[in-house]
C-alpha cells in the first residue's frame, strides 16, 4: 500500500543542512497497524505529515497505492483525502464552530455523499461511539476522551482504506487512552484498515502489529509485535 | 454544505460579537454616505428623462456674453427671442418650437375668487406651443388647445389642489399680478398637467400663455431674451442641424449691427464667439451657464464618501487578517478532510457575505432616517422605496453588495485558505507576521485619510471666519433689500417713516447682482467696463465713503446728467488718478467726480469687477430690483411694518419681499457652509470610524500578547512600560500617516482655497493641530486597550498555557 524509497528531508539554513529524515525505505502493506517510535525531534512527526502528504520530502520517493504521489498537484491530493485517507490529531482538532454531528458530517459533505447515505453513516458511527446524546454538543462541551473518539469517528465517517494518527492519545488520561487504543486495534482487525500511529509509549505501541523506532531521522529498528 | 457555512459564518459571528458590531457599523456608515451619494447621484442624472419623447427635445443655446454676471461669454439658455422664430422657418427638421420665460423665482400674486391671495413661485409665461415641445400628460383639458387662447393658464396638480382644492376647475378663472404695480391680469384655467416622475429643467407650478410671446417686437432694436426649446422629428444628424443653428444665429446677430459706430467686424474683433447649437434637455441639467455643474460640485463630496467606505472596508480586512490564526486550525483540518482552497474561500467570502448583508440591512434602516434631513440639507426630493428607478437602485445596491463583499473579504479569506495544514495543525502555530505589513498599511492609509480631513476643517474654519470677518466695503448692518424697483414716489414716502435714513437703488449688491459690460474710450484706451445705474442714495445706504473726489448728489444738478462715479479697480485699469477726468462711451461724454473702494456684491469665489457707477441714465440704465433701506435705528420689526404700510398704499395686490443684507450675505456663504458642515460630519466619522478600527486592533493585539506581556510583568516590567510598548506598535503608524497626508492634505487645500479669490495664506497651524490631536486620541484608543494588558493578573496568564 505504501512504497518509501530513500525519502529524505531536510531544512538548510546559512548553507548547512539540517536532516530530519534520512534514507526513509520501508513498506507498509494493507492492514497492518504501524507505530512510529523513538525519542522527541527525531522525525516521527515528520514522517507521519510525509505519509499524509501535507509535507513533500526533499528527495526519495512515495508510492501510494500504487501511484507516486512525491509531488502530488492538490487537487488529486484532495482526491486522496477525501476517499483514502484519514486523520487522527492529538489536539483532536475539532471544529470549535461545528456541533458532533455536524464535525463528523463535513468530510462527507466534502466527498459529496448524498443526504440519506450521510445521515445513515453518521449514525452508525454515533450509535458504534455512544455519542448519540451527544450529537448536538459543541467540542467545548466534552472531555477529553469524547473529543478524541469524535475525531476518529470523524476521520472514519469517509470510511478510508488508512488512518494517519498523530500521538492520538498524547492528551489523554490513561484509561480513555486505552479506550481509544482498543478501538483502534478493533478498527484494524475487524475492518480491515490500516492505522499508522505516531506514538511515545511502548504501552500504545503494543496494540498495534509493527514497530518502527526512528532516531535521528533515521529507522533503527523495524519489527512486528509478538501479540502475547 | 452552504447552510452549514451559513451557520459556522453565524456561529462566528456571535462568538467575536464586539468585532463583528464594529466591522458591521463602520460599514453600515460607510454605505450609508455611499448610498445617499448614489442616491443623488441617481436624481440628479434622472433630470429630464421623465418622457421617452423627450429624446427629440432640444434647448436653443447661444455664446454670448449679455447678462452673464461677469460678462464673459457662455453657453446660455436665455437667448434673443427672435430665434425661434428663424429657426423654425430655417430648419426643417424642427418640428416644433417655443418661447419661455426665464424663472425669475419670483413670487407671483395668485387670486381665486373668495380665496386668499397666494404668493407663487414658478409661473412662467409662455408661447402656445410649449406643451407641444414639452411633453407632459394632462389630466384635465386638452393638450392641443390648452394654450391656443391668450390669457389662459395650465397648472401643475399640486398647485391647482392648493388653489382650488379640487380639479374641477376648467374654465375657472385666476387673477395674477406679476410684478409690483403690475395691473391684474385675469387667466383663465384651460388644463391640469400632472408632475413628471423626473425632476425637470424647465420647472414650472403654472404655464401662463399672454400672447405676448407670439410674436416678437416689430422694432429691430428692441431685444427680449428667453429660453427657447425645440423638438426635432427625429434626433439623428444633430451636427448637420447645429451647423444650420449656427448659420442663421449669426446671419440673424449680423442683421442687427445697422450701428454704423460699431460693426459686426468689430463685435469679433474684440473677442466675441458668436455661436449658437440646439443642446439635447436630458444634458441641459449637468452643464448650466454661470455655475459649476452638480458633477463638479459632487467631486470632493464623492472623493470623501468612498474615503468613508473604503475606511470602513480596512477596518474589515484588518480585523478580519489579524483574527484569521483564530480560525487556522479550522482551515487545516477542512484541508485534510478534503476541502480544496476554492471551497474555503467561497466559505470565508460567505462569512464576510453575511456582515455586508447586516451592514446593508442597517444602511437601509438609516437612510430612511437620513433621507429626509438630506433632502432638506440640499433642497431635494429623494425617497428610496417610492423611488421611479428603485429597481435601477436595487441592482446599484446589490453590485455594491458584491463590490464590498469581495474587497473586504478576498484578502483575509486568501491569506486563511492559503494556510498549511502541516504547520497549523502542529499547534506550535504563530501568525504574528502574516499579513503585518499590509495590515499596517491600511492602518496608515485610514489616519492619512482622517488627518487630512482634520486640517481641511481647521483651514476652512480659519477661511470661513477670514470671510465673515473681511471688510466688505460696505456696511451690511441695518440695511434691507426689498426686491421692488425704484420708485420716486414710493421712495420719497418711505423716507419719511422715522428710522429711515437712506433709500437708494442699485444692480449691484449683495444676493442680487446683475452686470452690464460697455465699451468706453478714455484717453484713447479702449476698455470694457461693467456700467452700473444706481440713485442718489445707493451709496449712503449701503454705507459707502468716497475715496478719491465725491459721491453723488441731488444739490449737484450735473449728476442727473453726465457725472461717474468708479470702484478702485476700475481707477486703476484707467491709470489710477482719475477724479475730474473725462471718458467716452459711443458718443456720450462722462465725467468722473469719484472713486471708492471696491466692495463685494457676490461671494468671495467671485473677483470685484472694475465698474463704473452713474445715476444718469445717459447711455442707458439697468433695471433695478433693489429698493435698498438704510435705517437708523436696530428697531427693525417697527419700522419695517410701517414700510409695509406705504407699500400696500401702492402695490395693494403684492405683498414686499424683502432680506436683509446680512441674510444675503450669510446666503453668499450658504454653499460653503452646507460644504464645511458635510467635511465636518464626514471627517468626524472618519475618525471615529479609523479610531473603532484602531481600537478593535488593539483589543485584539493585546489579546494574543497576554502571554508576552505576562512573561514581561514576572520578568520586573511596570504596567506604564508594557502601556508603552503596546502603543508604540501602533504610534509609529500614525506619525508616518501623518507625515504622509501633510502633502496631500496641503495639495488638497491649495486646491480647495484657490477657488476663492479672497483666501487667506496657507495656515501651519491646522497641520501642527492635526498631528497632535491623531497622536492622542491614538495613544488614547491603545492605552485603553494596553492598561488592561497591563494589570492582568499574570498568573492566569500563565497557567492557562
Given at each position: 500500500?505504501?512504497?518509501?524509497?530513500?525519502?529524505?528531508?531536510?531544512?538548510?539554513?546559512?548553507?548547512?543542512?539540517?536532516?530530519?529524515?534520512?534514507?526513509?525505505?520501508?513498506?507498509?502493506?494493507?492492514?497492518?497497524?504501524?507505530?512510529?517510535?523513538?525519542?522527541?525531534?527525531?522525525?516521527?512527526?515528520?514522517?507521519?505529515?510525509?505519509?499524509?502528504?501535507?509535507?513533500?520530502?526533499?528527495?526519495?520517493?512515495?508510492?501510494?497505492?500504487?501511484?507516486?504521489?512525491?509531488?502530488?498537484?492538490?487537487?488529486?491530493?484532495?482526491?486522496?483525502?477525501?476517499?483514502?485517507?484519514?486523520?487522527?490529531?492529538?489536539?483532536?482538532?475539532?471544529?470549535?464552530?461545528?456541533?458532533?454531528?455536524?464535525?463528523?458530517?463535513?468530510?462527507?459533505?466534502?466527498?459529496?455523499?448524498?443526504?440519506?447515505?450521510?445521515?445513515?453513516?453518521?449514525?452508525?458511527?454515533?450509535?458504534?461511539?455512544?455519542?448519540?446524546?451527544?450529537?448536538?454538543?459543541?467540542?467545548?462541551?466534552?472531555?477529553?476522551?469524547?473529543?478524541?473518539?469524535?475525531?476518529?469517528?470523524?476521520?472514519?465517517?469517509?470510511?478510508?482504506?488508512?488512518?494517519?494518527a498523530d500521538e492520538p492519545t498524547g492528551n489523554l488520561q490513561s484509561t480513555q487512552a486505552e479506550e481509544i487504543m482498543q478501538l483502534f486495534q478493533k478498527l484494524n482487525k475487524e475492518d480491515g484498515i490500516t492505522i499508522i500511529q505516531v506514538t511515545h509509549a511502548e504501552k500504545n505501541a503494543q496494540y498495534g502489529n509493527r514497530i518502527l523506532n526512528i532516531a535521528d531521522g533515521v529507522i533503527k529498528d523495524d519489527f512486528l509485535v509478538t501479540t502475547t | 454544505m452552504f447552510k452549514l457555512n451559513l451557520k459556522i459564518a453565524w456561529r462566528n459571528l456571535w462568538k467575536n460579537k464586539f468585532y463583528a458590531s464594529i466591522n458591521i457599523t463602520g460599514l453600515a456608515i460607510?454605505?450609508?454616505?455611499?448610498?445617499?451619494?448614489?442616491?443623488?447621484?441617481?436624481?440628479?442624472?434622472?433630470?429630464?428623462?421623465?418622457?421617452?419623447?423627450?429624446?427629440?427635445?432640444?434647448?436653443?443655446?447661444?455664446?454670448?456674453?449679455?447678462?452673464?454676471?461677469?460678462?464673459?461669454?457662455?453657453?446660455?439658455?436665455?437667448?434673443?427671442?427672435?430665434?425661434?422664430?428663424?429657426?423654425?422657418?430655417?430648419?426643417?427638421?424642427?418640428?416644433?418650437?417655443?418661447?419661455?420665460?426665464?424663472?425669475?423665482?419670483?413670487?407671483?400674486?395668485?387670486?381665486?375668487?373668495?380665496?386668499?391671495?397666494?404668493?407663487?413661485?414658478?409661473?412662467?409665461?409662455?408661447?402656445?406651443?410649449?406643451?407641444?415641445?414639452?411633453?407632459?400628460?394632462?389630466?384635465?383639458?386638452?393638450?392641443?388647445?390648452?394654450?391656443?387662447?391668450?390669457?389662459?393658464?395650465?397648472?401643475?396638480?399640486?398647485?391647482?389642489?392648493?388653489?382650488?382644492?379640487?380639479?374641477?376647475?376648467?374654465?375657472?378663472?385666476?387673477?395674477?399680478?406679476?410684478?409690483?404695480?403690475?395691473?391684474?391680469?385675469?387667466?383663465?384655467?384651460?388644463?391640469?398637467?400632472?408632475?413628471?416622475?423626473?425632476?425637470?429643467?424647465?420647472?414650472?407650478?403654472?404655464?401662463?400663455?399672454?400672447?405676448?410671446?407670439?410674436?416678437?417686437?416689430?422694432?429691430?432694436?428692441?431685444?427680449?431674451?428667453?429660453?427657447?426649446?425645440?423638438?426635432?422629428?427625429?434626433?439623428?444628424?444633430?451636427?448637420?442641424?447645429?451647423?444650420?443653428?449656427?448659420?442663421?444665429?449669426?446671419?440673424?446677430?449680423?442683421?442687427?449691427?445697422?450701428?454704423?459706430?460699431?460693426?459686426?467686424?468689430?463685435?469679433?474683433?474684440?473677442?466675441?464667439?458668436?455661436?449658437?447649437?440646439?443642446?439635447?434637455?436630458?444634458?441641459?441639467?449637468?452643464?448650466?451657464?454661470?455655475?459649476?455643474?452638480?458633477?463638479?460640485?459632487?467631486?470632493?463630496?464623492?472623493?470623501?464618501?468612498?474615503?468613508?467606505?473604503?475606511?470602513?472596508?480596512?477596518?474589515?480586512?484588518?480585523?478580519?487578517?489579524?483574527?484569521?490564526?483564530?480560525?487556522?486550525?479550522?482551515?487545516?483540518?477542512?484541508?485534510?478532510?478534503?476541502?480544496?482552497?476554492?471551497?474555503?474561500?467561497?466559505?470565508?467570502?460567505?462569512?464576510?457575505?453575511?456582515?455586508?448583508?447586516?451592514?446593508?440591512?442597517?444602511?437601509?434602516?438609516?437612510?430612511?432616517?437620513?433621507?429626509?434631513?438630506?433632502?432638506?440639507?440640499?433642497?431635494?426630493?429623494?425617497?428610496?422605496?417610492?423611488?421611479?428607478?428603485?429597481?435601477?437602485?436595487?441592482?446599484?445596491?446589490?453590485?455594491?453588495?458584491?463590490?464590498?463583499?469581495?474587497?473586504?473579504?478576498?484578502?483575509?479569506?486568501?491569506?486563511?485558505?492559503?494556510?498549511?495544514?502541516?504547520?497549523?495543525?502542529?499547534?506550535?502555530?504563530?501568525?504574528?507576521?502574516?499579513?503585518?505589513?499590509?495590515?499596517?498599511?491600511?492602518?496608515?492609509?485610514?489616519?492619512?485619510?482622517?488627518?487630512?480631513?482634520?486640517?481641511?476643517?481647521?483651514?476652512?474654519?480659519?477661511?470661513?471666519?477670514?470671510?465673515?470677518?473681511?471688510?466688505?466695503?460696505?456696511?451690511?448692518?441695518?440695511?434691507?433689500?426689498?426686491?421692488?424697483?425704484?420708485?420716486?414716489?414710493?421712495?420719497?414716502?418711505?423716507?419719511?417713516?422715522?428710522?429711515?435714513?437712506?433709500?437708494?437703488?442699485?444692480?449691484?449688491?449683495?444676493?442680487?447682482?446683475?452686470?452690464?459690460?460697455?465699451?468706453?474710450?478714455?484717453?484713447?484706451?479702449?476698455?470694457?467696463?461693467?456700467?452700473?445705474?444706481?440713485?442718489?442714495?445707493?451709496?449712503?445706504?449701503?454705507?459707502?465713503?468716497?475715496?478719491?473726489?465725491?459721491?453723488?448728489?441731488?444739490?449737484?444738478?450735473?449728476?442727473?446728467?453726465?457725472?461717474?462715479?468708479?470702484?478702485?479697480?476700475?481707477?486703476?485699469?484707467?491709470?489710477?488718478?482719475?477724479?475730474?477726468?473725462?471718458?467716452?462711451?459711443?458718443?456720450?461724454?462722462?465725467?468722473?467726480?469719484?472713486?471708492?473702494?471696491?466692495?463685494?456684491?457676490?461671494?468671495?469665489?467671485?473677483?470685484?469687477?472694475?465698474?463704473?457707477?452713474?445715476?444718469?441714465?445717459?447711455?442707458?440704465?439697468?433695471?433695478?430690483?433693489?429698493?435698498?433701506?438704510?435705517?437708523?435705528?436696530?428697531?427693525?420689526?417697527?419700522?419695517?411694518?410701517?414700510?409695509?404700510?406705504?407699500?400696500?398704499?401702492?402695490?395693494?395686490?403684492?405683498?414686499?419681499?424683502?432680506?436683509?443684507?446680512?441674510?444675503?450675505?450669510?446666503?453668499?456663504?450658504?454653499?460653503?457652509?452646507?460644504?464645511?458642515?458635510?467635511?465636518?460630519?464626514?471627517?468626524?466619522?472618519?475618525?471615529?470610524?479609523?479610531?473603532?478600527?484602531?481600537?478593535?486592533?488593539?483589543?485584539?493585539?493585546?489579546?494574543?500578547?497576554?502571554?508576552?506581556?505576562?512573561?514581561?510583568?514576572?520578568?520586573?516590567?511596570?504596567?506604564?512600560?508594557?502601556?508603552?510598548?503596546?502603543?508604540?506598535?501602533?504610534?509609529?503608524?500614525?506619525?508616518?500617516?501623518?507625515?504622509?497626508?501633510?502633502?496631500?492634505?496641503?495639495?488638497?487645500?491649495?486646491?480647495?482655497?484657490?477657488?476663492?479669490?479672497?483666501?487667506?495664506?496657507?495656515?501651519?497651524?491646522?497641520?501642527?493641530?492635526?498631528?497632535?490631536?491623531?497622536?492622542?486620541?491614538?495613544?488614547?484608543?491603545?492605552?485603553?486597550?494596553?492598561?488592561?494588558?497591563?494589570?492582568?493578573?499574570?498568573?492566569?496568564?500563565?497557567?492557562?498555557?
Open positions: 500500500m505504501i512504497e518509501l524509497k530513500n525519502i529524505e528531508k531536510y531544512y538548510s539554513s546559512k548553507g548547512i543542512k539540517h536532516y530530519v529524515l534520512r534514507h526513509v525505505t520501508t513498506t507498509i502493506k494493507q492492514g497492518e497497524f504501524v507505530s512510529i517510535m523513538g525519542p522527541s525531534g527525531a522525525g516521527k512527526s515528520t514522517l507521519l505529515n510525509i505519509l499524509g502528504m501535507l509535507e513533500e520530502p526533499t528527495y526519495g520517493t512515495y508510492e501510494f497505492m500504487e501511484e507516486d504521489v512525491t509531488r502530488l498537484n492538490e487537487r488529486k491530493r484532495i482526491e486522496l483525502y477525501r476517499n483514502h485517507i484519514g486523520f487522527v490529531f492529538q489536539a483532536y482538532h475539532l471544529i470549535d464552530e461545528m456541533t458532533v454531528y455536524e464535525n463528523i458530517e463535513a468530510p462527507l459533505l466534502y466527498k459529496k455523499v448524498g443526504g440519506a447515505e450521510r445521515a445513515s453513516r453518521i449514525a452508525d458511527l454515533l450509535d458504534r461511539f455512544n455519542m448519540v446524546a451527544k450529537k448536538d454538543l459543541f467540542p467545548n462541551q466534552l472531555s477529553g476522551g469524547q473529543q478524541q473518539l469524535v475525531g476518529i469517528a470523524r476521520a472514519l465517517a469517509a470510511q478510508p482504506s488508512i488512518i494517519l | 460607510g454605505l450609508t454616505a455611499f448610498v445617499l451619494l448614489l442616491l443623488y447621484v441617481n436624481y440628479e442624472e434622472s433630470y429630464d428623462t421623465w418622457s421617452p419623447e423627450l429624446k427629440n427635445v432640444y434647448q436653443v443655446r447661444a455664446f454670448h456674453s449679455y447678462n452673464a454676471p461677469d460678462n464673459k461669454q457662455y453657453w446660455q439658455t436665455s437667448n434673443e427671442s427672435r430665434i425661434a422664430a428663424l429657426l423654425k422657418q430655417n430648419i426643417p427638421q424642427i418640428n416644433a418650437i417655443t418661447k419661455v420665460e426665464n424663472d425669475w423665482y419670483q413670487n407671483y400674486a395668485l387670486t381665486v375668487k373668495n380665496r386668499k391671495s397666494l404668493m407663487i413661485k414658478g409661473i412662467r409665461n409662455a408661447d402656445s406651443a410649449f406643451f407641444k415641445v414639452m411633453p407632459h400628460s394632462f389630466l384635465k383639458g386638452n393638450e392641443a388647445t390648452a394654450l391656443s387662447k391668450p390669457n389662459s393658464i395650465v397648472l401643475k396638480k399640486d398647485l391647482a389642489l392648493k388653489l382650488f382644492g379640487n380639479e374641477e376647475i376648467i374654465g375657472k378663472t385666476i387673477s395674477i399680478v406679476r410684478w409690483e404695480g403690475d395691473a391684474v391680469t385675469d387667466f383663465t384655467v384651460t388644463g391640469i398637467v400632472s408632475e413628471p416622475n423626473t425632476p425637470q429643467s424647465v420647472n414650472f407650478s403654472g404655464i401662463i400663455h399672454t400672447g405676448e410671446f407670439d410674436k416678437d417686437n416689430q422694432n429691430p432694436t428692441m431685444h427680449r431674451y428667453m429660453e427657447i426649446y425645440a423638438r426635432l422629428f427625429n434626433h439623428e444628424n444633430l451636427n448637420q442641424i447645429n451647423e444650420n443653428v449656427k448659420k442663421v444665429y449669426i446671419n440673424n446677430l449680423k442683421s442687427t449691427f445697422t450701428d454704423s459706430q460699431y460693426s459686426y467686424a468689430e463685435f469679433l474683433k474684440s473677442g466675441n464667439l458668436p455661436n449658437c447649437k440646439l443642446f439635447p434637455i436630458d444634458e441641459a441639467h449637468q452643464n448650466p451657464p454661470f455655475i459649476a455643474s452638480w458633477i463638479e460640485k459632487i467631486k470632493p463630496v464623492s472623493l470623501i464618501v468612498t474615503f468613508l467606505l473604503l475606511i470602513s472596508i480596512i477596518n474589515f480586512i484588518n480585523l478580519a487578517t489579524a483574527q484569521s490564526f483564530q480560525r487556522a486550525k479550522e482551515v487545516g483540518v477542512k484541508k485534510v478532510l478534503g476541502s480544496n482552497k476554492g471551497l474555503l474561500v467561497w466559505q470565508f467570502l460567505m462569512e464576510t457575505g453575511l456582515q455586508s448583508l447586516f451592514a446593508l440591512l442597517i444602511c437601509g434602516v438609516l437612510i430612511e432616517l437620513f433621507l429626509p434631513a438630506f433632502n432638506q440639507q440640499l433642497g431635494l426630493n429623494i425617497s428610496f422605496w417610492s423611488n421611479q428607478k428603485l429597481f435601477f437602485i436595487l441592482l446599484q445596491l446589490f453590485g455594491l453588495f458584491l463590490i464590498i463583499t469581495l474587497l473586504a473579504g478576498f484578502y483575509p479569506a486568501t491569506v486563511l485558505s492559503n494556510y498549511k495544514p502541516a504547520a497549523v495543525l502542529k499547534g506550535s502555530f504563530s501568525n504574528s507576521h502574516k499579513g503585518l505589513v499590509l495590515r499596517n498599511s491600511l492602518i496608515v492609509l485610514q489616519f492619512v485619510i482622517s488627518v487630512t480631513l482634520i486640517i481641511a476643517i481647521g483651514t476652512m474654519q480659519k477661511q470661513v471666519s477670514f470671510m465673515n470677518q473681511k471688510d466688505l466695503g460696505f456696511d451690511k448692518s441695518r440695511v434691507i433689500n426689498i426686491s421692488a424697483n425704484y420708485n420716486k414716489k414710493i421712495a420719497n414716502d418711505i423716507r419719511k417713516v422715522s428710522g429711515v435714513q437712506y433709500v437708494g437703488a442699485t444692480t449691484q449688491v449683495i444676493g442680487n447682482t446683475y452686470a452690464y459690460a460697455d465699451k468706453i474710450n478714455f484717453q484713447g484706451k479702449k476698455l470694457n467696463l461693467n456700467m452700473v445705474t444706481v440713485t442718489m442714495e445707493a451709496f449712503p445706504a449701503l454705507g459707502i465713503k468716497p475715496l478719491q473726489g465725491r459721491l453723488f448728489s441731488s444739490i449737484y444738478r450735473q449728476d442727473t446728467i453726465n457725472t461717474v462715479v468708479l470702484n478702485e479697480s476700475a481707477a486703476k485699469q484707467l491709470g489710477g488718478v482719475v477724479v475730474g477726468k473725462q471718458f467716452r462711451s459711443y458718443e456720450n461724454v462722462f465725467q468722473i467726480i469719484g472713486v471708492i473702494k471696491d466692495y463685494h456684491a457676490e461671494s468671495f469665489d467671485k473677483s470685484i469687477i472694475p465698474t463704473i457707477y452713474k445715476v444718469t441714465y445717459l447711455g442707458g440704465m439697468s433695471a433695478n430690483g433693489n429698493l435698498l433701506v438704510r435705517f437708523n435705528s436696530s428697531h427693525y420689526q417697527i419700522i419695517i411694518r410701517k414700510i409695509e404700510e406705504v407699500w400696500k398704499k401702492y402695490y395693494p395686490n403684492y405683498p414686499m419681499n424683502y432680506q436683509s443684507l446680512n441674510d444675503a450675505f450669510i446666503h453668499s456663504l450658504e454653499d460653503n457652509s452646507r460644504f464645511m458642515n458635510m467635511i465636518v460630519i464626514f471627517s468626524i466619522i472618519s475618525v471615529s470610524l479609523s479610531l473603532s478600527g484602531l481600537f478593535a486592533l488593539s483589543t485584539f493585539v493585546a489579546k494574543r500578547r497576554t502571554k508576552e506581556v505576562a512573561v514581561r510583568k514576572v520578568l520586573g516590567a511596570s504596567n506604564m512600560q508594557i502601556i508603552n510598548l503596546l502603543n508604540k506598535s501602533f504610534l509609529h503608524l500614525v506619525i508616518a500617516a501623518n507625515i504622509i497626508s501633510w502633502p496631500i492634505a496641503y495639495i488638497l487645500i491649495k486646491k480647495w482655497l484657490d477657488g476663492f479669490v479672497y483666501r487667506i495664506d496657507m495656515p501651519v497651524l491646522p497641520f501642527i493641530m492635526a498631528t497632535i490631536t491623531s497622536v492622542i486620541i491614538a495613544i488614547l484608543t491603545v492605552s485603553i486597550q494596553a492598561r488592561k494588558a497591563a494589570i492582568g493578573d499574570p498568573v492566569k496568564a500563565l497557567k492557562y498555557e
